[in-house]
């Protein structure tokens, strides 16, 4: 396989760091994760409404509930406004703590041979805003060098310590 001079290589990454640089967010480290987990985790929030969206290779909109720290309700919004109730086998990958873990097993593909299914050595910038009152992820974002489609996940509604409803009689 014919290697890329170095100089090509930095010329793709320019725009790629460019595009990054637009949509903000700090880089997507183990100390940034860490930095902003410890914020969610001194929030001691354990109940809470949670709406996002994912944007890329999968295109979806999900509403999920969560109390005691456990996803206990999935739905994913669909385009014209209906829902669907989900009973995926990680649950747990769909709340705020699932959004950690996602931006470090996405982080952890770096160090492979072949991140994101690209040759080893692929550029690739990961991005996040947390937010800073909670510390959950607001926006996440994953460009790579010869990948087609970016990722984005953006949080649209967070309600923390929701209103409990009342039991119906």
């Known amino acids: 396989?014919?290697?890329?001079?170095?100089?090509?290589?930095?010329?793709?990454?320019?725009?790629?760091?460019?595009?990054?640089g637009c949509s903000?967010?700090?880089?997507?480290t183990k100390q940034?994760?860490?930095?902003?987990?410890?914020?969610?985790?001194?929030?001691?929030?354990?109940?809470?409404?949670?709406?996002?969206?994912?944007?890329?290779?999968?295109?979806?909109?999900?509403?999920?509930?969560?109390?005691?720290?456990?996803v206990r309700s999935l739905e994913q919004v669909l385009p014209e406004g209906r829902t669907v109730e989900l009973h995926p086998?990680?649950?747990e990958y769909f709340g705020v703590d699932g959004l950690f873990l996602t931006m470090a097993e996405e982080l952890?593909?770096?160090g492979t041979d072949r991140p994101f299914g690209q040759a080893k050595g692929s550029k690739a910038v990961l991005l996040f805003t947390p937010d800073p009152k909670y510390g959950y992820p607001q926006s996440y974002r994953r460009d790579i060098v010869g990948a087609t489609l970016p990722v984005?996940?953006?949080v649209v509604r967070?309600?923390?310590?929701?209103?409990?409803?009342?039991?119906?009689?």
């Open 89 to 91: 086998g990680k649950p």
């Open 108 to 110: 952890a593909q770096l």
């Open 32 to 70: 940034s994760i860490a930095k902003a987990r410890k914020v969610w985790a001194r929030a001691q929030i354990d109940d809470y409404d949670l709406d996002w969206t994912s944007s890329g290779t999968n295109n979806a909109y999900y509403r999920v509930t969560v109390r005691n720290g456990r």
């Open 24 to 28: 903000g967010g700090e880089a997507v």
């Open 152 to 154: 984005a996940i953006d």
């Open 1 to 20: 396989m014919t290697r890329l001079p170095r100089s090509t290589r930095l010329l793709w990454l320019i725009p790629l760091l460019a595009l990054a």
């Open 158 to 169: 967070f309600v923390p310590n929701p209103p409990r409803t009342k039991p119906s009689l």
